[in-house]
């Protein structure tokens, strides 16, 4: 199985920075993709962003510009800088990794426990 630890949310004031990190462990063969996704209160987890391992970034349209994707393969780490902070980009950040733990197993989705990002003066 593969499991993703997070780190690096909290409080912070209109137009600051975080930077969110997650970490994949575990039995990995392949991760195809990590990302971000957030779920607000009373609403739908949305992607933020994405990195696959080959082709492009994705982007929510509300986060481009602001927020930045990375990835570190040797690490297996993905992070989320986030730049010019709203109050709309309040919620429960997961980190997600769609990946093969095996040759045994199948591809699937994996997710992180969840971090708070409160944006709020």
């Known amino acids: 199985q593969v499991q993703l630890v997070e780190s690096g949310g909290g409080l912070v004031q209109p137009g600051g920075s975080l930077r969110l990190s997650c970490a994949a462990s575990?039995?990995?063969?392949?991760?195809?993709?990590m990302g971000w996704y957030r779920q607000a209160p009373g609403k739908q987890r949305e992607l933020v962003a994405a990195?696959?391992?080959?082709?492009?970034?994705n982007y929510a349209d509300s986060v481009k510009g602001r927020f930045t994707i990375s990835r570190d393969n040797a690490k297996n780490t993905v992070y989320l800088q986030m730049n010019s902070l709203k109050p709309e980009d309040t919620a429960v950040y997961y980190c997600?990794?769609?990946?093969?733990?095996?040759?045994?197993?199948?591809?699937?989705?994996?997710w992180g426990q969840g971090t708070q990002v409160t944006v709020s003066s």
């Open positions: 990195i696959p391992s080959l082709g492009s970034i």
């Open positions: 997600n990794a769609d990946a093969r733990s095996s040759i045994a197993s199948m591809r699937r989705d994996y």
């Open positions: 575990g039995s990995i063969l392949y991760i195809y993709a």
